[in-house]
């Protein structure tokens, strides 16, 4: 336990510990998004005159989580832990976040970035009746090589992506940074969007920057989902894919995900492409996903049918959740070694 902060990771457990002089809550929750911890309730230690909480510790050298106090006359909230200054930004706010002794930033987020030029398009999407925003990074160098990433403000804000493409060993490039726009209806196995990306957006983006390709196609979670989806309608648009904890739902694996307004087209388009439909032209894939995260299974199972279809494809099990941290570690070195694989450098 780190006083200094109220929590600790140990080889099997996790400690939380929230100062409570006064007893002036009536209870304490721990809220996360990994598989693995499933007592949430904080006890009070009257001697200490605190809260804790001692679980055992899931496959991660990293936590993410928020606590939900509960007041005496019945109200709730959920802030970041008061008493851990460690803190991490998500596209849901920021979190408190616990690392173990294992757990290391990755080497490139600390080295210089090679010069490059930033430009933005407004591209009008008539076959979605909106207009998308990309912001290009084009390196020093002339450069026929493109990456095209799926929630690009996020992935930069959140994951340094920019400075990734930048700064890590990786051959200069192009860095296309899309809007996530209709996120939930766009990104959700939806032929239309799959369409415009490849006719109307895509084009715009090489014209801007004076090439089309060879093209990497990255996202995460559902943005996995779409370029994968999007790959499957359209091969000949994509020399390699770079999929993080991507929502590959499948009944047996997701049930709990059916809620989701979008999940029976998902669960179409997978058990399609488990079936083979749409194959069309393998390319070489690299998928990534946290060991405590629920979209694990189905992301094991989705890099066995790809590799069954004649996909090149490579898994990496992180050990995080489901979240821009850890798809930021999983950077180098898995798409560090699919931009060399695919651009022959």
């Known amino acids: 336990m780190d006083h200094a902060t109220g929590s600790g990771c140990g080889v099997a457990t996790l400690e939380f510990r ?52 509960r007041h005496p006359d019945g109200r709730t909230e959920t802030i970041p832990d008061p008493d851990n200054p460690h803190r991490v930004g998500g596209a849901f706010g920021d979190k408190s976040v616990l690392s173990c002794p294992e757990y290391h930033e990755p080497d490139w987020l600390h080295r210089p970035a090679r010069p490059g030029t930033w430009r933005e398009l407004a591209i009008p999407v008539p076959g979605l009746g909106a207009t998308l925003t990309a ?69 715009r983006v090489y014209a801007a920057i004076g090439t089309a390709g060879p ?63 749409g194959t069309g032209r393998p390319v070489p894939a690299v998928l990534t996903c946290g060991l405590a995260e629920e979209n694990l299974a189905n992301n094991r199972e989705m890099s066995r049918t790809l590799a069954a279809q004649g996909y090149p494809v490579r898994l990496a099990e992180v050990p995080d959740a489901h979240n821009y941290t850890c798809w930021r570690d999983a950077f180098d070195p898995g798409l560090t070694e699919l931009l060399k694989q695919v651009w022959h450098a």
């Open 215 to 277: 093209v990497v196609g990255m996202g995460a979670s559902l943005g996995a989902l779409a370029m994968l989806h999007a790959q499957r309608r359209h091969p000949d648009s994509f020399a390699g894919l770079f999929l993080q904890s991507g929502s590959f739902f499948l009944p047996r694996f997701d049930r709990h995900e059916s809620g989701f307004r979008r999940y029976l087209r998902i669960v179409r388009f997978v058990g399609g492409v488990g079936r083979g439909a």
């Open 135 to 203: 912001r290009i990074r084009s390196p020093g160098p002339p450069s026929r090589r493109i990456l095209v990433a799926h929630d690009g403000p996020e992935y930069d804000r959140l994951a340094a992506l920019a400075h990734y493409s930048a700064a890590a060993d990786v051959p200069p490039h192009h860095l296309v940074l899309l809007d996530p726009g209709e996120r939930n209806e766009w990104y959700s196995a939806n032929p239309a969007y799959a369409r415009a990306l490849v006719t109307e957006v895509l084009p």
């Open 18 to 69: 929230l100062r409570d002089p006064d007893r002036s809550l009536a209870g304490v929750r721990l809220v996360h998004h990994v598989v693995g911890i499933d007592r949430v309730d904080f006890s009070y230690a009257a001697g200490e005159r605190a809260w804790h909480l001692r679980v055992p510790r899931p496959a991660l050298w990293r936590l993410e989580y928020l606590l939900e106090l």
